[in-house]
């Protein structure tokens, strides 16, 4: 048996948690030979529902879960850890601004941020709680002797909503969807690349003739999907966000399959695809199962995507400069 490892969940009594840290206790994430402990963090008056939790967990007998610390104090949770996701955010409030939501949230992952340095060596840390891109820049920027590599936004569940819909129309399993990027931000202007998508290794746009879909309710579905849960469900996406969080750590854990490539939000050098410096901008990338990554280059970017690349990339502009003096 492999020696314990810890890892951080923050925003551990809220929904997607709740989803999330069953799988990665019961083995689902990190591996059946891995024990792990798990130290969950909330905000003092969600402490009590957290207790709820840690009952749950402990009534699971997960044979692999060798312990729990529950806390409010961040310096606490990050102590240790070798993996950091990132959930708890606030929702945003009835008259809430964007600009409010961002500076409200962005305060977390200040603190957050720095208190990573109570981290393990091996440190990997994916930001999920929205605005999940700006977020991740702010703790990066203050995890000053971290690399900022190894920081990632999440961006699986709109890759894995993308896969979804494209393998529906064109009447085949998901298994046969590959190479999916989206690029930008997690937000309703990201833009799912169809061009660059394949479907059982054909370019997609062959594969689906219809170029209408494509260009128009492929991607609004994708940017909307979040919405239309809600709208639906009167819920927010909590399960499948947990998924794409169980599949995101994976695909960072392990080597990216030959010819394909994953998408994450990593801080831009500005050496690819013509994206800026110094936004947190979703890439294709692939994962060399030892901890380091690279961005795929090579891919094509035409005139149509190039349009929808500079309108993301203007809106994490933005809210970079909302929240420019929380970057340390
Ligand atoms: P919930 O509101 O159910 O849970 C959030 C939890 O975070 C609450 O329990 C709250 O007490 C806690 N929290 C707030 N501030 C905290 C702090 N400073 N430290 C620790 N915990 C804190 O939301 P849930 O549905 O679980 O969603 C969590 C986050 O994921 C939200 O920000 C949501 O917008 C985001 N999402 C991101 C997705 C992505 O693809 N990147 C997709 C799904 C999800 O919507």
Same mark, same amino acid.
């Given at each position: 048996m492999k020696s314990p490892i810890r890892v951080a969940v923050t925003g551990a009594a809220g929904q997607l948690a709740y989803s999330l840290i069953f799988r990665i206790a019961s083995g689902g994430v990190f591996g059946m030979d891995q024990p792990l402990q798990m130290n969950l963090l909330e905000i003092p008056p969600a402490m009590k529902a957290l207790t709820g939790v840690a009952m749950e967990l402990d009534d699971? #007998?997960?044979?692999?879960?060798?312990g729990m610390v529950l806390t409010d104090k961040a310096e606490e949770a990050f102590?240790?850890?070798?993996?950091?996701?990132?959930?708890g955010s606030k929702p945003r409030g009835p008259g809430m601004e964007r600009k409010d939501l961002l500076t409200e949230n962005g305060k977390i992952f200040v603190g957050q941020g720095q208190a990573m340095e109570r981290a393990a060596e091996d440190l990997r840390v994916l930001v999920v709680g929205n605005p999940a891109n700006t977020n991740c820049l702010i703790a990066l920027k203050n995890a000053s002797d971290i690399p900022a590599g190894r920081f990632h936004a999440m961006m699986r569940l709109d890759q894995n909503r993308a896969a979804a819909q494209l393998a529906a129309k064109a009447g085949v399993?998901?298994?046969?969807?590959?190479?999916i990027v989206i690029w930008g931000?997690?937000? #309703?202007?990201q833009y799912p690349d169809f061009f660059n998508a394949r479907i059982g290794g054909k370019p997609a746009a062959e594969a689906i003739s219809d170029r209408a879909w494509l260009e128009g309710d492929f991607i609004s579905t994708v940017q909307q999907r979040g919405k239309a849960i809600i709208d639906a469900?009167?819920?927010?996406?909590a399960a499948s966000a947990a998924n794409a969080a169980v599949d995101h750590v994976i695909s960072m854990r392990s080597p990216t399959p030959d010819g394909d490539w994953v998408s994450s939000g990593v801080l831009s050098s500005g050496a690819h695809y013509d994206i800026p410096e110094g936004i947190v901008s979703s890439f294709p990338l692939r994962f060399d199962g030892k901890g380091g990554w690279e961005v795929v280059e090579g891919l094509e970017i035409g005139a149509f995507a190039r349009e929808k690349i500079e309108a993301t990339v203007k809106e994490l502009q933005e809210e970079r400069s909302v929240v420019e003096d929380l970057l340390g």
């Open positions: 699971c #007998a997960f044979p692999l879960l060798q102590d240790g850890i070798s993996w950091g996701l990132l959930v399993g998901v298994d046969q969807v590959s190479n931000n997690h937000s #309703a202007t469900r009167g819920l927010s996406s």
